[in-house]
């Protein structure tokens, strides 16, 4: 019996987590609504005391996770379409995308 793998045929890429938005700008939003309630959050404790950390966990929601998979969505975000990975016989690479026929200039 046989094991070994054949590469005769493309790999797919590996299921990875997509943490992009749909635009730069909706993705800085969610950023500053994030940053914004973890610095609120330990900003107000002196006027309102541990109460103000209940605010903390709202930026989980807005970040998607934590402040690292909002960086990595950002990266994702910008680079979503222009970048494209393709995967042949065990090797991957990171190469520019063609540009969509709707996309180029028309003279």
């Given at each position: 019996?046989?094991?070994?793998?054949?590469?005769?045929?493309?790999?797919?890429?590996?299921?990875?987590?997509?943490?992009?938005?749909?635009s730069?700008?909706?993705h800085?939003?969610?950023?500053a609504?994030?940053?914004?309630?973890?610095?609120?959050?330990?900003a107000?404790?002196?006027?309102?005391?541990?109460?103000?950390?209940l605010?903390?966990?709202?930026?989980?929601?807005?970040?998607?996770?934590?402040?690292?998979?909002?960086?990595?969505?950002?990266?994702?975000?910008?680079?979503?379409?222009?970048?494209?990975?393709?995967c042949v016989?065990?090797?991957?690479?990171?190469?520019?995308?063609?540009?969509?026929?709707?996309?180029?200039?028309?003279?």
């Amino acid at each position: 019996m046989n094991t070994t793998p054949t590469l005769d045929r493309p790999v797919q890429p590996a299921q990875v987590p997509d943490y992009a938005s749909k635009s730069v700008p909706r993705h800085l939003a969610r950023g500053a609504v994030g940053f914004g309630l973890i610095a609120g959050s330990i900003a107000l404790i002196p006027v309102t005391g541990p109460v103000s950390l209940l605010a903390a966990p709202l930026a989980l929601i807005a970040f998607r996770g934590c402040p690292t998979c909002w960086a990595v969505g950002l990266a994702q975000t910008i680079s979503r379409g222009r970048l494209e990975r393709r995967c042949v016989d065990g090797v991957c690479t990171l190469t520019k995308a063609h540009p969509h026929p709707a996309d180029t200039p028309r003279d």
